[in-house]
């Protein structure tokens, strides 16, 4: 579309129909996901992970298209159904995919900091988070099994984590958030830093190019999906009233 005046754009992008919207995102998906795994090779890891995002955010995509044309019971291929559970748990997933990456990708300018350096420090709290979790992940096996000679791994988890907790603390940014905000990226590896501080999904929707209102609303239904609760049982409950009385196709 380059080069299109801006009236002409809008009028071809008015013309697509519904229908064709998945399967041109799809497309559009795979020319850049086929991009990426070409110099994936010669990526730092930094620029690996961001990249690994984008995959994923395109193979769900993919399979949010697939289980929205009906799923095919394992044992009898004649029973099909719509798993919208599974479709919305994997939207949400896709919502957040797609916070992350413009989270880690765009500078907001706040600070007395140039980009370059607003974006590593992001990077380092998005790593130090993985690292965290990791640990955690390493300590809540051991309870399960006897991991004794594995102890020397797990204090290479720890020295890693400080190192990096330390580059973390020197950044001028991190002396610039409140106290709450900097415990909760050393003790919670917290990852998701604003303006004001630590972060939520919603309110880093408020930060993004999504329509804020539509934004959160939508991150909120998609919740109510993905948990076991009452409200999710109901709307999927409505969801298939609606199919059986032909209000949805």
């Known amino acids: 579309m380059r080069g299109l005046p801006q009236g002409v754009y809008e009028k ?3 013309e697509i129909q519904n229908a ?8 559009a998906l795979l020319k850049q996901d086929v991009f990426v795994r070409d110099i994936a090779n010669t990526l730092d890891e930094k620029a690996k992970s961001k990249a690994i995002l984008f995959t994923l955010f395109a193979q769900q995509f993919n399979t949010i298209i697939s289980l929205s044309q009906k799923t095919s019971c394992v044992v009898d291929e004649n029973i099909s159904f719509l798993d919208i559970t599974s479709i ?14 413009w989270h880690l990708n765009t500078a907001l ?5 140039t980009p370059e350096q607003e974006l590593n420090f992001r990077w380092l709290c ?9 640990q955690r992940s390493f300590e809540m096996t051991a309870r399960l099994r006897d991991l004794t000679n594995m ?6 988890f720890k020295a890693e984590r400080r190192k990096l907790f330390d580059d973390i603390r020197a950044h001028s940014i991190f002396a610039a958030l409140d106290q709450r905000s900097r415990e909760d990226i050393e003790r919670y590896g917290n990852w998701r830093i ?15 190019p999504l329509y804020n209102r539509l934004g959160q609303y939508e991150y909120f239904q998609l919740n109510q999906h993905a948990h076991t609760c009452y409200r999710g049982l109901s709307l999927v409950n409505k969801f298939h009233d609606d199919i059986n009385n032909g209000l949805v196709d």
Request: proline share 3%; charged share 20%; aromatic share 10%.
């Open 12 to 14: 071809l992008v008015s």
């Open 20 to 27: 064709e919207v998945p399967g041109l995102l799809m497309s």
């Open 88 to 101: 919305f748990t994997l939207v949400r997933s896709c919502h957040e995919r797609y916070l992350s990456f």
């Open 109 to 113: 300018c706040v600070w007395d900091v």
């Open 126 to 134: 998005f790593k130090h988070g993985g690292l965290v979790d990791e």
């Open 151 to 156: 102890s020397k791994t797990l204090e290479s």
């Open 194 to 208: 604003g303006p004001r501080g630590s972060m939520s999904w919603r309110e880093l929707v408020q930060l993004s």
